[in-house]
């Protein structure tokens, strides 16, 4: 077994306090979400989705975030997939973003709801149309014989809709997920990091409090 006890880091690049936090969390995680934009060469949209698997085990991976606002936090995904399925049994789910350049986390438990069709056709036709045509040829999370099989399908796509409109499967959008609950975390030298969880009360309206490390 390799040991990994001497893998360590300081983390001392920011804080977050109390009197430097506005009283929504969308502007905070804007304000986030721009500042790793900008200044380094991740995905800073890439986010991490937890859900309920039908086999009853959480199951997390990676997607990416297209759309977020005052209701939600958007990606894309085939509604027959794993996730898709996970999601119709069971809609609470859980984002989180990892952005270590700036050693911060961003950890969202909220309820997944299918987009309009019209935000789904509208985001379908602004993709490359590589990806709309990976889209028609996956079945998502589907056992296949071999690369390809897939490959073939492809081809087969490429040729039929060639010179030709696209069409968005019926079984591909959107998910916005409705937040309930948005912990910001800031990397803190001796792991004495700071933590502020936004809540969503039934005013409708966001609270705040501090959790410990």
Not at 76 to 94: F, H, L, M, Q, W
Not at 125 to 139: M, V
Request: charged share 30%.
């Amino acid at each position: 077994m390799k040991d990994l006890s001497n893998y360590r880091k300081s983390y001392e690049k920011s804080e977050l306090t109390e009197d430097n936090i506005p009283n929504n969390p969308i502007e905070l995680f804007k304000k986030w979400f721009e500042e790793v934009d900008g200044t380094s060469d991740e995905e800073a949209n890439a986010m991490t989705i937890s859900t309920f698997g039908l086999d009853g085990f959480p199951k997390a991976r990676i997607v990416l975030l297209k759309r977020f606002d005052e209701q939600g936090f958007v990606f894309y995904t085939n509604y027959d997939s794993e996730k898709g399925k996970a999601i119709a049994a069971n809609p609470r789910v859980c984002l989180s973003f990892f952005w270590p350049a700036q050693e911060r986390q961003v950890i969202i438990k909220g309820t997944a709801e299918k987009t309009a069709k019209e935000m789904s056709d509208d985001y379908f036709k602004s993709r490359p149309s590589g990806s709309r045509l990976g889209a028609l040829a996956s079945n998502q999370s589907e056992v296949i014989e071999s690369r390809d099989t897939l490959e073939e399908k492809l081809k087969n796509l490429e040729e039929k809709y060639e010179g030709s409109e696209i069409p968005r499967p019926e079984n591909w959008g959107g998910y916005i997920i409705k937040p309930s609950e948005i912990e910001f975390w800031q990397g803190r030298s001796n792991r004495l990091h700071d933590r502020i969880r936004y809540h969503f009360d039934n005013d409708y309206s966001w609270g705040s409090e501090r959790l410990a490390p």
